[in-house]
């Protein structure tokens, strides 16, 4: 058995990007949101991830812009280390290592070199408790170095980030937990609390879910469970405290966020409309409805000029102050469950899951971004808790990704249920997929299973699936019928083939590789079919205990069919008919490569999930790796690899031509990575982001990306720019100046004085030029003046003879007579010295 050694698993595309406040520079052209054990920069502009800020080895819990730097950020994370990062080039400039896991951070521009960060108390061993920490950033040249001075703030503290805002720039600290909450003064050294009852008398709750401080006001917004906002005044005595009430969320007030000048109040919950309150005028308000998902965090940019709302299905929108929409950042929508398995589509190799309630989103691993999502119900949802509607439950591909198979149910009553099979073809023109046949009540009961023969020989196209009823169907796409007076509507789907097998309920299926054999899953029996005649072939039989699933291998061992049990894994000789070997573990997921032999299991023990990565002709496993996550794997897949990797190492051939995603309980998309792999991926982060709308300054023109347009695009006929002298384009200083970091850089006034003497022209030289420039028009003048002489000199047969001669050359310019005469007057006797030596 080998374990996983230098292969660990991670946070991969399709990571939250709502997980925490997302954060917009102060130019406001980027934003940054944590997203997994990254931090991801987009373009509010394109909605383009730029670049990603990969280092940390846990998950990211929050990003924030460095006071002092507003080309720096901040980032935290569960592996106990805060690291500064230059956002704009993707470099990695210095990391602190706490030693306790940073749950959430703030900063503040009061406190300089401090960061306040929330961690669990390691004291208390009942229930973990939080305390807000200040940590003392050391003030060293190394790139690592180690906080030492951690001094607490508060304690019993919320580790939600929204639970904690600093006040009047750092001046003080707001907290909320539950029905407290608490005011700390940094000059006082004192803290006020104010404590709420827990239901008032009309039965609203009171708990504390949210806080904001006005930037310039002792005003402190608190948002609560009944969707109240309270403005808390005159909190720095525990008496004379005042709050006014505002009221419009009918549920709890998710996130709030003043503007910086202090002017508006914006709130938002899980209704998805923006809020935004006149700050003194609370009568007056504006509203964005129709944002989606419910609203998770609200964020301002620092000009005031864009804000930001993170939403509860994975998506950021980017709003404009004249609270317009401009830009949407979509994510890999995660809801509360995922029905249908995790696909990969054959075409776009994106992987298909459930999307927003009644569609299927088409997702981009490579890309890390939605493409689109397919209606497949095509109804209106309502947001209503406890209206039954329409959920796709089943979706599957053929193996050409011409056509797309979705099962979707309703119950309206524990008795009646709505079934609906729909068969999709992709349309090449729309490159999207089109509703063929939709086929109501293809069963009587719950469809349990449903695949395509994968066999890409197949003269015809086949669907089989299973269902509560007893009953298994084969459906098959049947040639459209030509009759005269009719149109041709193309071909459609027809039942070509019901069977059943001793009223057992069958629970899965699975087609082999060529097609030749189906094999169904009745309880604890196996029945293998052929497809082509529809016989039953045999039966297989196996230890007591109903078979959840089957996969058949592929290539060298395609002989083999693999089923699993709540208690076993089975694998069968099909050759032989016979049970080749069988292990006993409790197998939730089992997934075969469809590029190799192997195969995935994912096995549930001890709270944990464990992955064995096997051939199904050798029991013993090719690698193995112990608890990849808390909780149970709900759904994996192997997706096909854009570059082959060249590993030699056994540990890790099984990565070499596909990647395995799985589906955590917690809805993490998760993968396996190598070392190779992320040296690779840090190394791509690193590399220097220009944007194309850089203001053109002297700095930009120095870069040299548009210097060769510029001079083939140059007037041939002016002489005066060919004389002028070109700027040195690519020097060695020049280069390092741009390519070195900028924390190692002198001061940007010094630099620029340096510059700017460079770019200046020495006045010493501009009055030589002009007195050489006088001189030669006065001698230019002198040769005219004595050419004019000599030619009223001559005779006039002397004049004929010459007008004669002329008529046959043409004659010079004046521009051109002026050139000749300045090389007649330059003196070439280096060149002679030249020829006789």
């Known amino acids: 058995m080998v374990e996983h050694g230098d292969i ?42 730029i670049h990603e800020l990969r280092g940390h080895t846990g998950l990211v819990t929050g990003v924030l812009l460095r006071p002092s730097n507003h080309l720096q950020v901040y980032s935290s994370s569960l592996d106990g280390t805060l690291r500064l990062w230059d956002f704009t080039d993707g470099i990695l400039i210095k990391t602190c290592v706490i030693g306790y896991p940073i749950y959430s951070f703030y900063a503040s521009a009061k406190h300089e070199n401090v960061i306040f960060i929330v961690a669990s108390m390691p004291s208390d061993k009942r229930a973990e408790r939080f305390q807000l920490v200040a940590v003392h950033l050391p003030q060293s040249g190394d790139q690592m170095v180690e906080a030492q001075e951690l001094s607490a703030v508060l304690s019993g503290v919320n580790p939600n980030p929204a639970a904690i805002a600093f006040g009047r720039g750092g001046e003080f600290i707001a907290s ?39 930037p310039k006001d002792d005003c402190i917004a608190t948002g609560h469970e009944d969707g109240k906002i309270r403005l808390w005044r005159n909190f720095n005595h525990n008496k004379e405290y005042t709050y006014s009430t505002l009221h419009w969320h009918h549920s709890a007030v998710s996130s709030l966020c003043f503007t910086p000048e202090g002017t508006n109040l914006l709130s938002g919950g899980v209704e998805s409309v923006l809020i935004q309150w006149r700050y003194n005028q609370e009568s007056e308000r504006d509203f964005l409805p129709r944002l989606g998902g419910a609203i998770t965090h609200i964020t301002v940019s620092p000009d005031g000029s864009l804000f930001c709302t993170s939403h509860s299905d994975n998506k950021i929108t980017i709003i404009q102050s004249c609270v317009k929409v401009s830009a949407v950042i979509q994510g890999l ?60 439950v089943k979706a599957a591909f053929d193996a050409s990704g011409s056509w797309l198979a979705t099962v979707e149910e309703r119950h309206q009553k524990v008795a009646e249920l709505e079934l609906n099979l729909k068969l999709w073809a992709f349309d090449e023109q729309t490159q999207s997929f089109v509703l063929n046949t939709t086929i109501s009540a293809p069963h009587d009961a719950q469809i349990t299973a449903m695949c395509f023969c994968q066999a890409t020989d197949s003269q015809t196209t086949l669907l089989v699936s299973t269902s509560k009823d007893g009953h298994f169907k084969a459906w098959q796409l049947a040639a459209p019928a030509h009759t005269e007076g009719t149109d041709d509507e193309g071909p459609s789907w027809l039942c070509d083939f019901v069977s059943a097998y001793h009223g057992l309920v069958p629970e899965c299926c699975s087609f082999s590789a060529d097609g030749s054999l189906l094999a169904v899953a009745f309880q604890e029996v196996v029945t293998v079919w052929s497809p082509s005649t529809w016989e039953l072939l045999t039966t297989l039989s ?37 049970l080749e070997w069988t292990t006993s573990m409790d197998v939730r997921r089992l997934v075969a490569d469809p590029l190799s032999e192997n195969m995935a299991a994912f096995c549930y023990q001890s709270g944990s999930t464990d992955l064995f990565v096997f051939k199904p002709s050798e029991p013993r496993p090719l690698f193995s790796h112990k608890a990849v996550c ?74 040299g990306k548009h210097r060769q347009q510029q001079l083939e695009h140059q007037d041939s006929d002016s002489s005066l720019w060919a004389e002028r002298t070109a700027l040195p384009q690519t020097s060695a200083s020049m280069k390092e100046l741009l390519q070195t970091p900028a924390h190692v850089l002198p001061s ?5 004085s340096m510059f700017v003497q460079s770019l200046l022209i020495s006045v010493s030289d501009a009055r030589e030029e002009k007195a050489h420039a006088e001189e030669e028009m006065e001698s230019e003048k002198e040769e005219e003046d004595s050419e004019e002489e000599m030619e009223s000199s001559r005779s006039k047969p002397e004049l004929a003879a010459a007008a004669a001669t002329e008529s046959d050359t043409p004659a010079l310019t004046k521009a051109q007579a002026r050139e000749l005469r300045r090389v007649r007057k330059l003196d070439h006797s280096w060149l002679a010295g030249l020829l006789d030596s």
């Open 333 to 392: 929508v995660k809801g509360d469950s995922i029905r249908t398995d995790l696909m990969m589509d054959p075409r776009s190799k994106a992987l298909v899951l459930n999307g927003k309630p009644g569609h299927l989103q088409f997702y981009s691993l490579q890309r890390d971004k939605l493409l689109y999502n397919l209606d497949i119900v095509q109804q209106e949802y309502i947001h209503e808790s406890g209206l039954q509607q329409f959920e796709v």
């Open 630 to 703: 808390s909780g149970k794997v709900t759904q994996a897949v192997f997706a096909p690899r854009e570059e082959m990797l060249e590993s030699c190492k056994e540990s890790r051939q099984w990565l070499n031509r596909s990647q395995l995603y799985f589906l955590t309980q917690q809805m993490d998309l998760m993968t396996f990575t190598t070392k190779a792999e992320e040296d690779r991926l840090l190394a791509s982060s690193k590399q220097l982001v220009i944007d194309d709308s850089v203001a053109m300054t002297p700095f930009y023109l120095l870069l």
């Open 748 to 752: 940007t006034s010094y630099l620029c």
């Open 542 to 578: 196996q230890p007591p205990g109903a078979v959840s699933d089957l996969c058949f291998g592929r290539l060298s061992c395609s002989k083999y069919l693999l089923g699993t049990t709540a208690s076993n894994l089975l694998c069968w000789n099909l050759l032989t008919c016979s």
């Open 8 to 49: 660990r698993v991670v946070h991969c595309g399709g990571s939250k990007i709502n997980f925490r406040d997302p954060v917009i520079t102060h130019d406001s052209r980027f934003l940054l949101c944590a997203s997994g054990e990254a931090v991801k920069v987009f373009s509010t502009s394109t909605e383009e991830c």
């Open 176 to 214: 909320v937990n539950d029905l407290q909450l608490e005011v700390y003064f940094f000059k006082k050294q004192k803290s006020f609390r104010f404590f709420l009852k827990e239901d008032n008398k009309k039965g609203g709750w009171n708990t504390f879910t949210c806080v904001a401080c006005h």
